[in-house]
């Protein structure tokens, strides 16, 4: 059994690793931190977890995580590249949920997060954890850079019409809407159920911060530079992402479908629904999968590509279960089959 340890335990993403590691079926939950609720036991503040798992929270900086075969960063961004370091000096395998280690480029990285990065040495060890994308890298990786939630369900639209160069690179917009689970844990203001109900509003319209992930990802698929208008909007549920991408086709009748479900034959949790899907949010809440629908409409030569995830599960925990059964040689569904809680 692989030993575990969830680092920033008591958000909403460590929360979410907590319940897929305490089912998975090659691994135990060995250390849970989070400097808010040491001392505290698991099922006190999270009573769902009551009977799965009955440790106590410990200091980040406890020694115990060093026992671990893998430790997770389930933590703000900022925090994991001052910790993983030592923890890949002493052999243990590292998948960050943070940004702290997706952008290479570390000047990049300090414009959009507004701090000088602290680690640059690892950014170049660091594989990008997107396993449709990156999985044989990912196998034989220390150190995964989990993607985020609105770049997983973007680039996973995007793959196979710029592998196949069937679209225009210049001119790609991508207009996502994400539940409010996205935005932490944390109290503020215009999360509060109150602030978000009965309200739609898209934010940072001007650019957000995982722009650069996301076009960094495309520009290494299409092997050239993408331009990307990426607009978040916030829409009064607790968990899901939805996007909209809307892109040129260089040819009138592309055979697009087919090209989308021969690149994802092979991928478990990338469903490419029928022509004329329109997946929705619930589809996939509580469960590991990414379902992508293809439209057409008439006298027009934009291609519609609705790309569904749960943020919280393909957008963050799930995928780093999925980084973990990869990096250990596991079935890669382990832990991850159910299916979506509906209704």
């Known amino acids: ?58 200091n980040h900086d406890t020694s115990l995580l060093e026992e671990c075969d893998i430790v997770f960063f389930a933590t703000p961004n900022g925090t994991a590249m001052h910790q993983a370091g030592r923890l890949l000096d002493s052999g243990i395998k590292v998948v960050d949920l943070s940004a702290d280690f997706r952008l290479r480029d570390a000047g990049l990285w300090t414009k959009w997060y507004g701090e000088p990065h602290a680690a640059e040495n690892l950014l170049d060890r660091a594989v990008y954890g997107l396993p449709e994308l990156n999985r044989d890298k990912i196998a034989s990786a220390n150190l995964v850079a989990n993607p985020g939630c609105y770049p ?30 996205g935005a932490g844990r944390k109290a503020a203001v215009h999360t509060q159920f109150s602030e978000t109900s009965e309200s739609f509003s898209a934010y940072a319209a001007g650019g957000h911060r995982h722009l650069p992930e996301i076009c960094q990802a495309l520009n290494e698929v299409a092997g050239d530079s993408v331009s990307l208008t ?20 260089l040819q009138g009748d592309a055979g697009v479908q087919a090209i989308y479900e021969r690149r994802y034959r092979n991928e478990y949790f990338v469903d490419v629904m029928p022509d004329g899907s329109h997946p929705d949010t619930r589809s996939v809440r509580g469960s590991n999968f990414c379902r992508i629908a293809l439209h057409r409409q008439e ?45």
């Open 299 to 343: 006298r027009n030569d934009m291609l519609i590509i609705l790309s569904v995830i749960d943020n919280l599960v393909k957008g963050a925990a799930g995928q780093a279960v999925q980084n973990m059964n990869i990096l250990f040689g596991l079935d890669e569904k382990a832990g991850l089959e159910a299916a979506a809680l509906s209704p």
């Open 230 to 249: 990426f607009v978040p909007h916030l829409v009064p549920m607790v968990r899901g992402i939805h996007v909209t991408v809307y892109a040129k086709l």
């Open 152 to 181: 997983t369900a973007v680039i996973l639209a995007l793959i196979p019409a710029l592998e196949e160069d069937i679209i225009d690179r210049r001119m790609i917009i991508a207009d996502a809407k994400s539940g409010v689970s």
């Open 1 to 58: 059994m692989l030993k575990t340890g969830v680092v920033g335990a008591a958000g909403y993403t460590g929360l979410e690793l907590l319940r897929l590691l305490a089912q998975h079926p090659g691994a135990e939950i060995a250390v849970v931190t989070s400097r808010n609720e040491e001392g505290r036991a698991v099922p006190e503040v999270f009573p769902a977890l009551r009977g799965f798992v009955d440790l106590e929270f410990c």
